[in-house]
């Protein structure tokens, strides 16, 4: 009985693994033409593929409209029994990933408030610090650059 080529397995193995043609056919006990045209079969055009990348933004953005268009088609029932069911998650899903592919935010990140936290963060590791000195510890200051590169042996080198 002739061998029959594993069409998913013979995708993965082109796609995740970058096995040949080659490789494959001898893996599968087929042709090396078998595994071509399986494959030719089932992946898209180069220019396809290199059409998709370059529209993907516009293609979110319809597949956005679509949605709310299906959306504004319900009855207020029907709407509300799909914000039940995730349907505007979905939504909001595809809404990110449009802004992502225009290089654009997907959160409001508040600038001031990180500032704030960074201060806190100051204050307490200077309240540490001092605590450390009272109780007569020693206390190495280390830069964060610094802080990076240093070993194991060079924070327990304590050489005073």
């Known amino acids: 009985m002739k061998p029959k080529l594993d069409r998913a397995t013979a995708l993965k193995l082109r796609t995740v693994n970058n096995l040949s043609l080659d490789q494959i056919a001898k893996l599968q006990g087929v042709t090396r033409q078998s595994v071509k045209s399986a494959l030719d079969q089932m992946t898209p055009p180069q220019e396809l593929i290199e059409s998709y990348q370059k529209n993907l933004s516009g293609i979110i953005k319809y597949a956005e409209i679509k949605q709310l268009g299906a959306y504004h088609a319900l009855t ?35 600038v001031y408030l990180l500032q704030a936290s960074l201060k806190e963060l100051d204050t307490q590791e200077q309240r540490i610090v001092a605590e450390l000195k009272r109780r007569g510890s020693r206390v190495i200051d280390v830069e964060p650059e610094e802080a990076n590169s240093a070993t194991i042996d060079d924070v327990f080198n304590l050489e005073t």
Request: aromatic content about 6%.
């Open 76 to 110: 207020p029932a029907e709407q509300k029994d799909m914000i039940l069911r995730r349907g505007m998650v979905d939504f909001g899903i595809l809404y990110d990933k449009h802004r992502l592919e225009d290089g654009k935010s997907t959160e409001i990140v508040d």
